[in-house]
């Protein structure tokens, strides 16, 4: 299995709500990324998991929430998002974070926050 | 700080023509510059990457440390070639990949 799956493929919610984001792979990666991607720009950095332990958030809000419960597996909570926060949620896994190491990237997932 | 520039948002041109994406960084330390590119509806994929040296699809791409340039290159254009180009540098650490604005390529019939 090549590929890294993200679920939902969309999602609306309100300001008020508590939702997540998920994302796998199986490729034994060990870094795993979060990434924005607002229409008609390119993705930019949120998180970075190495080896399971959170090494980089890039200046997130703290509505955004990351959880990685085990090698495959990336989570991210929202809670009270704003209507700015909608935009494609890229998540991306790389061997492990050196610098000549492909990411793969999912799908994403397109939120809109009403 | 590490940056990347695109200065071409659009690049239309005919089928079997030649080809010139342009990318320019910012970095202090060694870089480890990408392509990646972005199929209508596909997933971004990595194109190549400046230590392979390597020929993907017909592109090719130099680093130039002098001119802090890694600009993307194909002698002549397929349709197939048309989508969203984005130069990417990764730090030192290789954990933080920062993506220039990207480049729209429409290749005409």
């Known amino acids: 299995d090549t590929e890294v799956t993200q679920t939902p493929k969309h999602l609306v919610m309100g300001m008020t709500n508590k939702k997540s984001l998920k994302c796998e792979q199986h490729?034994?990666?060990?870094?795993m990324y979060w990434y924005k991607q607002k229409a008609k720009k390119p993705p930019e950095l949120m998180f970075v998991y190495s080896y399971e332990k959170l090494s980089i958030n890039e200046s997130v809000p703290s509505r955004f929430s990351p959880e990685c419960p085990n090698s495959s597996l990336l989570n991210l909570h929202l809670h009270a998002l704003q209507p700015e926060d909608s935009a494609l949620y890229l998540c991306a896994s790389s061997q492990d974070g050196g610098p000549s190491y492909e990411q793969y990237f999912g799908p994403g997932t397109r939120l809109t926050v009403t | 700080a590490q940056r990347v520039t695109q200065p071409e948002k659009l690049l239309s041109v005919f089928k079997g023509a030649p080809v010139e994406l342009k990318c320019n960084y910012s970095y202090s330390g060694s870089p480890e510059l990408f392509w990646y590119v972005q199929y209508s509806r596909q997933r971004l994929q990595l194109l190549l990457r400046h230590i392979s040296r390597e020929s993907i699809k017909g592109f090719t791409a130099d680093l130039n440390k002098g001119e802090t340039s890694f600009h993307l290159k194909k002698p002549f254009a397929q349709e197939e070639d048309s989508a969203m180009y984005y130069c990417?540098?990764?730090?030192?650490?290789?954990?933080?990949?920062?993506f220039g604005g990207g480049t729209r390529l429409m290749v005409k019939p």
């Open positions: 490729m034994g990666h060990r870094a």
């Open positions: 990417a540098l990764a730090n030192n650490a290789g954990n933080m990949l920062t």
